[in-house]
């Protein structure tokens, strides 16, 4: 079979999402949108660049300067090791995004892949989503909890759960994409002419549900950031003196009447990106995938 | 609808059978030797080779699991490591307070989400539906300790309102100001899903015929609104209300621990933390077991509610 070199472009009805007339320009006309995505992008690049942005060390700690409100020079003031709550704010962004990307994309990938691997073989089907309805049966909270009592409390714990949290859906929803395509007639045609089972379904199917999957994820990823810091909150997640927003939160409660800033900030931290992931989510899915509205 | 109902228990089985097995991993597996833990730091080797063999560790893991199913089903979860209670006995203490905090949550929750979603389904378009989805985006965002942390720090603290530690008893015993910040807190997570449902099907149900009819034959728009929209509106959202059981529970176990509330998330946290496995084991199942059965209990309800979704 020499199909392979004929390139087959498989399309639905619709051109590529991205390449839609418009999607871009009409998110760019969204106020709302614009400032999600700016807002994000601001975070995820102080996120990744923080031995850089931080203004000073987040671990270290001066007991002469213990629980300062905010002030010119600690923008967020100082917790009660006299650690440096902005600069700790900005480390623990980047591993409370950590661990909701690698929920998102891990979760998402295996979520994807067993959607579409049940939409393709009729014969998995039945088994695939009887594992997904099983998994579903386990709130994330819980597999958290678990998990952690198993193999100890750390960011690992979380990871786990994040990503057993994201696959059930994920895969519902690549199910349901993916059953759409099968019935196009281009994948007809693609078996017709003998196109090999791996080209269906990685050029054929996959391409053609992976816009969904990635506007469900986008609508994901808050809910994926809340249940993670959650976790850290509980104790679960990353240890002390690791930076973690969730953890941070939990550590200023302690101290909540003296200097509520050491608790506060940290959760105002995660219901910002939260925010706007949720508002960049929908804006998303008004734009690339209105189907998936509730 | 019967074969709903039995595929419903044909799902939950397995997944039973799964956290069985990881609540069985916990206690037996995951230590390296349990034997060791139970009989504590400085036992002699004689005790705890008499707990092995008590145990039957020796024997194959599938036995063993089979044993602990068996032992499960009788109510014996084995002792706690640090109050060597038993722990079934500090689970029936928690499950109470639980279920109180979990009623309380919704107590807040449906009626007010179901007001706001309703007023922001009337009012569409106008300043107070964007203040209200604003609001319900807003609240969905939030993560369930920051809501607890305000409202310990103002209502609690600094206005001295309410009481925002512990349980001091159950509702009838003068136990209801504790647990309104608790309640409060839980309860607000939900709100902001339960508006953005209601608005989406009121406004479904605002454009049917009936309606119209109702409006034609000269009724009150709040008669049509209450008696007509809304009662119709609501299966969506009851529906809504169930599968939030996994959110309400997840988060009862943060809300427990903020606010010192004796329930089963509380135990649960505070045993994993002190690597008390059989009452870590024993809170765990129960948490999965509650959620297992509202979820078969929701499914139920909705094909009860709406033949129409009779899936085959």
């Known amino acids: 079979m020499s199909v392979e070199t004929l390139e087959p472009i498989a399309t639905t009805d619709e051109p590529g999402v991205f390449a839609r007339s418009g999607a871009l320009r009409r998110l760019a006309r969204d106020k709302v949108a614009v400032i999600a995505t700016l807002a994000l992008l601001t975070i995820g690049l102080a996120a990744i660049f923080a031995p850089w942005v931080a203004p000073y060390d987040p671990y270290l700690t001066d007991l002469t300067i213990v629980m300062q409100p905010p002030s010119a020079e600690h923008w967020f003031g100082t917790d009660n090791t006299g650690r440096d709550i902005l600069s700790r704010i900005i480390f623990g962004t980047r591993n409370t995004l950590m661990l909701g990307l690698v929920g998102v994309i891990v979760g998402g990938a295996l979520g994807g892949v067993l959607g579409i691997l049940a939409a393709y073989y009729p014969r998995l089907d039945g088994w695939i989503m009887r594992l997904v309805d099983v998994m579903l049966a386990f709130p994330a909270i819980l597999i958290g909890l678990a998990v952690a009592a198993i193999f100890g409390a750390g960011l690992a714990a979380v990871v786990i759960a994040l990503v057993v949290a994201t696959v059930p859906d994920v895969a519902r929803v690549a199910r349901g994409a993916a059953v759409g395509v099968m019935s196009q007639e281009f994948m007809e045609a693609g078996r017709a002419v003998g196109v090999s089972d791996r080209t269906l379904i990685w050029r054929y199917l996959t391409l053609n549900c992976i816009s969904t999957i990635f506007v469900f994820l986008t609508l994901r990823f808050g809910q994926i950031i809340l249940i993670g810091s959650a976790l850290g909150f509980l104790g679960m997640g990353a240890q002390p003196p690791t930076a973690e927003l969730g953890m941070m939160a939990a550590q200023g409660r302690d101290f909540l009447f003296m200097a509520p800033h050491i608790a506060t900030i940290p959760s105002c931290a995660i219901f910002v990106i939260v925010l706007a992931a949720n508002l960049l989510g929908d804006a998303l899915r008004d734009v690339l995938d209105p189907r998936l509205q509730t | ?312």
């Open chain 2, 1 to 312: 609808m019967g074969r709903q109902i039995v595929h419903r228990l044909l799902i939950s089985f397995p997944a039973l059978l799964g956290v069985l097995f990881l609540c069985f991993c916990l206690l037996q597996v995951v230590p390296a030797d349990p034997a060791m833990i139970i009989a504590g730091p400085d036992a002699k080797a004689e005790t705890i080779a008499a707990i092995r063999l008590e145990l039957g560790l020796d024997r194959p893991i599938p036995v063993q699991f089979a044993e602990y199913i068996g032992r499960v089903a009788r109510g014996d979860l084995g002792r706690s490591i640090i109050s060597n209670k038993m722990v079934s006995e500090e689970l029936a203490l928690t499950i109470g307070p639980t279920v109180e905090l979990m009623l309380g949550a919704m107590l807040i929750a449906v009626p007010l989400g179901l007001t706001l979603g309703t007023l922001a389904a009337v009012k569409r378009g106008t300043f107070v539906d964007r203040l209200i989805m604003a609001i319900s985006v807003a609240g969905v965002s939030m993560p369930v300790f920051f809501i607890g942390l305000i409202l310990i720090q103002y209502v609690g603290f600094k206005w001295g309102m309410l009481p925002f530690t512990g349980r001091t008893g159950p509702i009838w015993d003068g136990g209801l100001p504790s647990l309104i910040l608790p309640a409060a807190t839980l309860g607000a997570v939900l709100i902001g899903p339960i508006a953005r449902l209601t608005r989406t099907a009121v406004l479904e149900v605002l454009g049917a015929d009936y309606v119209r009819t109702a409006r034609a034959k000269g009724l009150r728009e709040t008669v049509v609104i209450v008696h007509h929209a809304l009662r119709n509106a609501l299966i969506p959202v009851v529906t809504l209300i169930g599968l939030q059981a996994a959110f309400l529970l997840g988060g009862a176990v943060v809300t427990e621990t903020m606010f010192s509330w004796p329930g089963v998330g509380r135990l649960a946290v505070g045993a994993i933390v002190s690597s008390d496995f059989p009452t870590a084991q024993g809170a765990i199942m129960i948490l999965a077991i509650a959620f297992l059965s509202i979820n078969l209990l929701v499914d139920v309800l909705y094909v009860y509610l709406d033949p129409r979704v009779q899936r085959t």
